[in-house]
């Protein structure tokens, strides 16, 4: 099993950043995969941010060039900054992992810009 607690969401301004965390309850080598998706009401869920353990953080189309990712080993964190945010990037955000093939997710973060 793997627990993910997102955090950092909230509202802001277009043109404004936010920093959204993730914190897994497992060691992040210990992952497969470690990502970050939006879901808004009424459309498709995107990827914002998907590291595979022992390769690079690709981004998704939807925020690339806006968006970077961090991870820290020592506290098992996965981070996505998100900068020049516009009031279509409002969304519900999730965290995910897989661990032995199976996909977990988190409690996701209310992430809203007003224009």
């Known amino acids: 099993q793997v627990q993910l607690v997102e955090s950092g969401g909230g509202f802001v301004r277009s043109g404004e950043s936010l920093r959204l965390s993730c914190v897994a309850s497992?060691?992040?080598?210990?992952?497969?995969?470690l990502g970050w998706y939006r879901q808004a009401p009424g459309k498709q869920r995107e990827e914002v941010a998907v590291h595979t353990t022992g390769g690079e953080t690709e981004f998704g189309r939807a925020m690339k060039g806006r968006v970077t990712a961090s991870l820290d080993n020592a506290k098992n964190t996965f981070d996505v900054q998100m900068n020049d945010l516009k009031p279509e990037d409002s969304a519900v955000y999730y965290c995910y992992a897989y661990y032995n093939l199976t996909r977990f997710w988190g409690q996701g973060t209310q992430v809203t810009v007003s224009s």
């Open positions: 497992r060691n992040l080598f210990s992952l497969d995969v």
